[in-house]
């Protein structure tokens, strides 16, 4: 059975969560990917966040850590992100070693839980859709039992699932080639619990929010590049800088959501690239 990580919120109305995704790092801080210094635009989205004196109970990392698939840039990521004082769960993405993502993170206690008991009203659960050497995803059996044992065992608590892969079209038909292969399926459990009030993502590198049956559906800009919206073919966004979502978990069930991006947009990728 997963083990429940436990944990209190700072408002007896609500709680509030703090999404970051798509970091991308290198071990060498003068790599960049598509233009972009990853390793400077992160520390820049945390240095922004940290200026805003605003208190989360719970960071969701949603893949994608790093770039190059080395352990000293998982260390980077850890490194940074214990800074903010604040419980770190995590899940992976198509460009994550989770070997070395268990490894490193046990290092900086960032918690190995998928569900997250938030508050009174609350569970946070985190999927694996992560293919080995694909770039789209898919949840397996063991994935979607998981998460529909999770949702009977909690049937009075309101819940809010991650994954890293889009479920339902970017509306970029290049990027739609690497969704969530058996959207369908999830999509079927979500029809299901209606206890289920919303599903976020990563992997698109854009801010998206949809309603999907009865549940809010979003996606969160990347903390480096953006990728261009409604793009057939692969192109990056020169406007859109980097950013964080965060999502207030209401006692009614509701939820609310913004999307923050750094104050300048300094990281201009590099626009004659056609892929990565």
């Known amino acids: 059975m997963e083990s429940l990580l436990q944990l209190p919120t700072q408002n007896k109305q609500h709680a509030k969560i703090l999404q970051i995704t798509d970091m991308h790092l290198f071990?060498?801080?003068?790599?960049?990917?598509?233009?972009?210094?990853?390793?400077a635009s992160f520390l820049a989205v945390l240095d922004e966040i940290k200026s805003t004196k605003r208190k989360y109970d719970l960071?969701?990392?949603?893949?994608?850590?790093v770039q190059d698939g080395s352990k000293t840039a998982y260390q980077r990521f850890a490194e940074q992100i214990i800074s903010l004082k604040t419980p770190c769960v995590w899940l992976a993405g198509n460009h994550d070693n989770y070997g070395y993502m268990q490894s490193v993170f046990a290092d900086y206690n960032l918690a190995?839980?998928?569900?997250?008991?938030?508050?009174?009203?609350?569970?946070?659960i985190l999927l694996n859709s992560q293919?080995?050497?694909?770039?789209?995803?898919?949840?397996?059996?063991?994935?979607?039992?998981?998460?529909?044992?999770?949702?009977?065992?909690?049937?009075?608590?309101?819940?809010?699932?991650?994954?890293?892969?889009?479920?339902?079209?970017?509306?970029?038909?290049?990027?739609?080639q690497h969704i969530l292969k058996n959207s369908h399926q999830l999509e079927q459990i979500i029809q299901c619990y209606q206890q289920i009030k919303g599903v976020g993502w990563g992997h698109i590198h854009q801010e998206q929010d949809n309603l999907w049956h009865h549940c809010l559906a979003f996606s969160t800009p990347s903390t480096c590049v953006q990728f261009k919206p409604n793009s057939y073919d692969f192109q990056l966004a020169d406007k859109d800088a980097?950013?964080?979502?965060?999502?207030?978990?209401?006692?009614?069930?509701?939820?609310?959501t913004s999307v923050f991006r750094i104050g300048d947009n300094r990281f201009v990728p590099d626009l004659s690239q056609n892929g990565y």
């Open 112 to 124: 190995d839980n998928k569900v997250v008991s938030l508050g009174d009203k609350w569970i946070i």
């Open 59 to 65: 960071i969701v990392a949603t893949g994608d850590f």
């Open 27 to 39: 071990s060498d801080d003068n790599s960049a990917l598509l233009g972009v210094n990853s390793n």
């Open 242 to 256: 980097p950013g964080w979502r965060e999502i207030k978990l209401k006692d009614d069930g509701s939820i609310s």
């Open 131 to 176: 293919v080995e050497g694909q770039a789209y995803g898919f949840l397996s059996n063991i994935e979607l039992e998981f998460l529909q044992h999770t949702l009977a065992q909690y049937p009075d608590k309101n819940a809010l699932v991650f994954l890293h892969h889009h479920p339902i079209s970017s509306s970029c038909h290049w990027l739609d």
